[in-house]
Structures are given as structure tokens and as C-alpha cells.
């Protein structure tokens, strides 16, 4: 009877996989990314960086608007009018160093200041218009130029941030999803594993009281009952905690956190490997296009720029402006006669540091930035193609590690048939039988293990090369 017993209870035993629940649904990878991409809040926030670098360069360009400019001061003082100046200007900046300015003026007044006199016959008031020009520093490059340069650089930088960003966040979700796909699958083992133990108890039991086991029979079967308990209950908890950290990336297109369902399965993993020539594909996009190495290229930019405007800073200040006066019109808006050489009025602002210390201290700054610079791109380049060949390196050897574990677990299928041919034969006993079920456990569960790692190093090896893993 006793080898009846058992007999019947190593049959309810698949050995092949795991059984999964009938109303289960697959969750796969590919919808849990889209997801990510769709909704999380993380994303979202990313491509704000896309639209605060236009907002840079908008106020960068800002620095280019036309403006009207107006003054008045009025002095009055025991019925005496001292002065009553007016003027009124439309400055239009443009890209080359040339300043138009046209514009009005009235003064009038008892103590007006000689420059500002504007005589009666015109009613105080005077038309004027031209241009100011500057011809030595800032004729190539200034301030202004500068910066708008400077924000489209930023701008595509913003650009390579929002990959850094996203990437970095689909490697934490790939991990978090390997993960619950381990834990999941890994409850699921020890759920079969704890059915088991708990038949052959009850059964065991039986078997002793019809006299046909010895009661230390019944105490080992319940020793593997109560560890099979303590291993589920251990899986359980971490199936649960894994399914709240999956949850963490799962969100509405309204922006409402959601929760993963219990029915959610994980999909099954498919262990394809990686080529060298996969590998090869990797290492040149790194080098040509990994965002965290384009960003300080761009930085190089910037302060090439910064180099640029320090050196031109080296040059005399010279500006020289003209303006004619009630011409082609007067404030009437009467027309009149152009004359270059008559009513019009000229400047000239000429400036030059002696010792050039501040300039030549900002150029010696800006070069010592961009060797630096280079430095730190060189060196990531070297950490991030060792990072890229060590990720593959791990790849393959999982890959080959999870080969031997699989023939391995199929072994010790044909180990617990052997087993159950030798207990119809009664060739062998509980405590063999209870061996290679705990090794047969055992072993699946170092085989998800494997997969999982498996999946973990292909999402960071992808992201090594600033790229997101590919869908399959």
C-alpha cells in the first residue's frame, strides 16, 4: 500500500515548468514599456527639458527685439520753467553690429542745457535717425551673439539629457520587471513545491497509521512539509513586494498611479544571446552617440564659444555713430533735403585696457575649462567601452551558465522518474524520494535566477551603449 501511495502522489508532480493559473493574463514586456513611455510621470518630465531649452533660446533671441525707449523730465520752480525735456526712440538690434535708432525730441525751458536747445521756430522739437556701429570689439562676436549661440547648443544638449533620463529609467523598470518575473515564477515554484509536501504528509501519515511506514517516516514528511511552508511563505511576501515595486512605474495617460493586478503574469523568457557583431554596433553608437558623450562635446561648444568672445574681448572698444537731424523729414513731417555733410550729429567711444589682465586671465580660464573637459570625455569614453564589453562579457557567460543549468534541470527530471520507477520496484524510500524533489526544486529555481540575470545584463548593456533595450 505504501508504494501505491506514493506512487500516486509523485504523478501529481509535473516536472516539466510550472502551471500557471487558467485566468491569467500575460503582461509583457513590450506592454509594460509602452506604458512607461506613454504615461510615467518621469517621461513626461523629461520632454520639459525639450521645451525650457526652446524658452532659453527665446530669451536668449529676447535680446534682439526692437524698443521704444521714452524720457521725460519737467522742472518747475516759483512759476519758472526750468527745463521740459522729451525724448521718444526706436532702437532695432539686429545680428551684425550695426544699432539703428530713429527718434524724437523736445526741450524747451529757461535753464535748458546748452547740448539739448532746440530752436522755437521748430517747436522745440527735433527728428532724428541713424545707426551706431561698432568696429572694434564686437564686430565678429559680443555678449548677445554669444548667448544665442550658446542657447541652441543648449538646446540640443536638452535633447540628449531627455535620452539620458528615459534610458536610465527603462533600466530601472527592465530590472524591476526581471525582478517580479523571478519572484512571480519563483512563488509559483514553491506554491507546487508546498502542495506536494503537503500531500505526501497527509498520505504518509495514513500509510503509517495502516502500519505500512515507520513514524519517523511521518516526522520527515512533515519536516518538509513546514520547510516548504516557510519557503512559500518567504516567496510570497517577495512576489508581493515585487509587484508593489513594478507597480512604481505603472501610470493613466490622466497621470493616476495604478496597481498590478494579481491575475498579471510575467511572459516567458527566451534566452537568444547576443553577437560580436551586435557588440561591435554597440561600441561605435557609444562612441558616436552615447548622450552623456555628446553632452560634453556640446559643453566643449559652449565654452569654444566662451573662448571665442573672451578673445575678441582682447580688441579696443570702438564705436562710432551717426545720425542725421530732420532728415529726410522734419517733426512736422515735412520733407526735406538729405545732407551728409549738414544737421546731423557723429560719435565716437573708444576704450582699451592697458594690461589686458582681466581678458587675458578669462581666455587662460576658458582654455584651462575645455582641457578639462576633454579630459573627463576621454576618460568616459574609456569607462563606458569597458562597461559595454563587461555587460556583454557577463552576457554570454549567463547565457552559457543557463544552457548547463537547463540540461541540468532536465536531469534531475529523468533523476525523480528514475525515482518513481524505483519506488513502484521498491527500490528506494522517502527520504530519496524527498532528495531530488528538494535538488529538482532547487535547480528551477537557480534557473530563473539565471534567466532573470540574464534579462538584467542585456537592459544594462544596453544602456552602457545609451541606447534602450530593444523590444522582441
Same mark, same amino acid.
Given at each position: 500500500?505504501?508504494?501505491?501511495?506514493?506512487?500516486?502522489?509523485?504523478?501529481?508532480?509535473?516536472?516539466?515548468g !510550472?502551471?500557471?493559473p487558467?485566468?491569467?493574463?500575460?503582461?509583457?514586456?513590450? #506592454?509594460?514599456?509602452?506604458?512607461?513611455?506613454?504615461n510615467?510621470?518621469?517621461?513626461?518630465?523629461?520632454?520639459?527639458?525639450?521645451?525650457?531649452a526652446?524658452?532659453?533660446?527665446?530669451?536668449?533671441?529676447?535680446g534682439?527685439d526692437? =524698443?521704444?525707449?521714452?524720457?521725460?523730465?519737467?522742472?518747475?520752480?516759483?512759476? @519758472?520753467?526750468?527745463?521740459?525735456?522729451?525724448?521718444?526712440?526706436?532702437?532695432?538690434?539686429?545680428?551684425?553690429?550695426?544699432?539703428?535708432?530713429?527718434?524724437?525730441?523736445?526741450?524747451?525751458? *529757461?535753464?535748458?542745457?546748452?547740448?539739448?536747445?532746440?530752436?522755437?521756430?521748430?517747436?522745440?522739437?527735433?527728428? &532724428?535717425?541713424?545707426?551706431?556701429?561698432?568696429?572694434?570689439?564686437?564686430?565678429?562676436? #559680443?555678449?548677445r551673439?554669444?548667448?544665442?549661440?550658446?542657447?541652441? !547648443?543648449?538646446?540640443?544638449?536638452? *535633447?540628449?539629457?531627455?535620452?539620458?533620463?528615459?534610458?536610465?529609467?527603462?533600466? @530601472? $523598470?527592465?530590472?524591476?520587471?526581471?525582478?517580479? &518575473?523571478?519572484?512571480?515564477?519563483?512563488?509559483?515554484? $514553491?506554491?507546487?513545491?508546498?502542495?506536494?509536501?503537503?500531500?505526501?504528509?497527509?498520505?504518509?501519515?495514513m500509510?503509517?497509521?495502516?502500519?505500512?511506514?515507520?513514524?519517523?517516516?511521518?516526522?520527515?514528511?512533515?519536516?518538509?512539509?513546514?520547510?516548504? =511552508?516557510i519557503?512559500f511563505?518567504?516567496?510570497?511576501?517577495?512576489?508581493?513586494?515585487?509587484?508593489?515595486? /513594478?507597480?512604481?512605474?505603472?501610470?493613466?495617460?490622466s497621470?493616476?498611479?495604478?496597481?498590478?493586478?494579481?491575475?498579471?503574469?510575467?511572459?516567458?523568457?527566451?534566452? @537568444?544571446g547576443?553577437?560580436?557583431?551586435?557588440?561591435?554596433?554597440? /561600441? #561605435?553608437?557609444?562612441?558616436? %552617440?552615447?548622450?552623456?558623450?555628446?553632452?560634453?562635446?556640446?559643453?566643449? *561648444?559652449?565654452?569654444?564659444?566662451?573662448?571665442?568672445?573672451?578673445?575678441?574681448?582682447?580688441?579696443?572698444?570702438?564705436? !562710432?555713430?551717426?545720425?542725421?537731424?530732420?532728415?529726410?523729414?522734419?517733426?512736422?513731417?515735412?520733407? @526735406?533735403?538729405?545732407?551728409?555733410?549738414?544737421n546731423?550729429?557723429?560719435?565716437?567711444?573708444?576704450?582699451?585696457?592697458?594690461?589686458?589682465?582681466? *581678458?587675458? $586671465?578669462?581666455?587662460n580660464q !576658458?582654455?584651462l575649462?575645455?582641457? #578639462?573637459?576633454?579630459?573627463?570625455?576621454?576618460?568616459?569614453?574609456?569607462?563606458?567601452?569597458?562597461?559595454? %564589453?563587461?555587460?556583454?562579457?557577463?552576457?554570454?557567460?549567463?547565457?552559457?551558465?543557463?544552457?548547463?543549468?537547463?540540461?541540468?534541470?532536465?536531469?534531475?527530471?529523468?533523476?525523480?522518474?528514475?525515482?518513481?520507477?524505483?519506488?513502484?520496484?521498491?527500490?528506494?524510500?522517502?527520504f530519496?524520494?524527498?532528495?531530488?524533489?528538494?535538488?529538482l526544486?532547487?535547480?528551477?529555481?537557480?534557473? /530563473?535566477?539565471?534567466?532573470?540575470?540574464?534579462?538584467?545584463?542585456?537592459?544594462?548593456?544596453?544602456?552602457?551603449?545609451?541606447?534602450?533595450?530593444?523590444?522582441?
Open positions: 500500500m505504501k508504494n501505491n501511495i506514493l506512487i500516486y502522489l509523485l504523478c501529481l508532480m509535473p516536472v516539466a !510550472v502551471a500557471q487558467e485566468d491569467s493574463v500575460i503582461f509583457s514586456y513590450t #506592454d509594460f514599456h509602452q506604458l512607461i513611455m506613454e510615467h510621470p518621469i517621461v513626461k518630465q523629461a520632454r520639459l527639458l525639450s521645451d525650457q526652446v524658452q532659453e533660446l527665446r530669451m536668449a533671441r529676447g534682439f526692437p =524698443k521704444i525707449e521714452v524720457t521725460w523730465n519737467k522742472k518747475s520752480f516759483k512759476d @519758472t520753467e526750468y527745463y521740459n525735456t522729451f525724448k521718444g526712440a526706436l532702437k532695432i538690434p539686429v545680428w551684425f553690429p550695426v544699432s539703428p535708432e530713429i527718434g524724437i525730441e523736445q526741450n524747451s525751458g *529757461e535753464y535748458l542745457n546748452p547740448e539739448k536747445y532746440i530752436s522755437e521756430t521748430a517747436d522745440y522739437r527735433q527728428v &532724428y535717425g541713424g545707426v551706431s556701429v561698432t568696429v572694434g570689439r564686437g564686430l565678429f562676436i #559680443d555678449e551673439r554669444a548667448v544665442v549661440k550658446q542657447a541652441l !547648443v543648449f538646446q540640443e544638449m536638452a *535633447e540628449y539629457e531627455q535620452v539620458k533620463l528615459i534610458n536610465k529609467l527603462l533600466l @530601472t $523598470a527592465s530590472v524591476d520587471y526581471w525582478e517580479w &518575473y523571478y519572484a512571480y515564477n519563483n512563488y509559483r515554484l $514553491a506554491e507546487q513545491g508546498i502542495d506536494i509536501a503537503s500531500d505526501i504528509f497527509d498520505r504518509t501519515r500509510a503509517f497509521q495502516y502500519g505500512e511506514v515507520a513514524a519517523i517516516d511521518t516526522v520527515q514528511a512533515f519536516i518538509t512539509w513546514q520547510k516548504r =511552508k519557503e511563505q518567504q516567496a510570497d511576501v517577495e512576489r508581493m513586494n515585487a509587484a508593489l515595486k /513594478l507597480s512604481n512605474h505603472l501610470w493613466t495617460a497621470g493616476m498611479p495604478l496597481e498590478l493586478q494579481d491575475s498579471a503574469i510575467p511572459e516567458v523568457v527566451m534566452l @537568444t547576443t553577437s560580436e557583431e551586435e557588440l561591435t554596433r554597440l /561600441l #561605435d553608437l557609444a562612441r558616436t %552617440n552615447h548622450p552623456e558623450l555628446r553632452k560634453l562635446e556640446l559643453k566643449n *561648444e559652449v565654452l569654444q564659444i566662451d573662448q571665442r568672445l573672451a578673445r575678441e574681448n582682447l580688441k579696443p572698444r570702438l564705436d !562710432v555713430g551717426y545720425y542725421l537731424l530732420d532728415q529726410p523729414f522734419n517733426a512736422d513731417g515735412d520733407q @526735406t533735403d538729405v545732407s551728409l555733410d549738414n546731423y550729429k557723429v560719435g565716437l567711444n573708444f576704450s582699451f585696457p592697458l594690461f589686458l589682465r582681466k *581678458e587675458r $586671465a578669462k581666455i !576658458v582654455e575649462k575645455i582641457s #578639462d573637459n576633454n579630459y573627463e570625455r576621454d576618460f568616459r569614453e574609456r569607462e563606458l567601452i569597458n562597461e559595454i %564589453n563587461s555587460h556583454y562579457n557577463q552576457l554570454v557567460n549567463t547565457i552559457q551558465i543557463a544552457t548547463n543549468q537547463q540540461q541540468m534541470v532536465a536531469g534531475y527530471n529523468a533523476i525523480v522518474a528514475a525515482e518513481r520507477l524505483n519506488l513502484q520496484n521498491g527500490e528506494s524510500d522517502l530519496k524520494l524527498n532528495l531530488q524533489v528538494d535538488k526544486i532547487e535547480a528551477r529555481s537557480k534557473l /530563473l535566477k539565471l534567466n532573470t540575470t540574464y534579462k538584467k545584463n542585456e537592459a544594462y548593456l544596453y544602456w552602457s551603449a545609451g541606447v534602450p533595450t530593444p523590444l522582441k
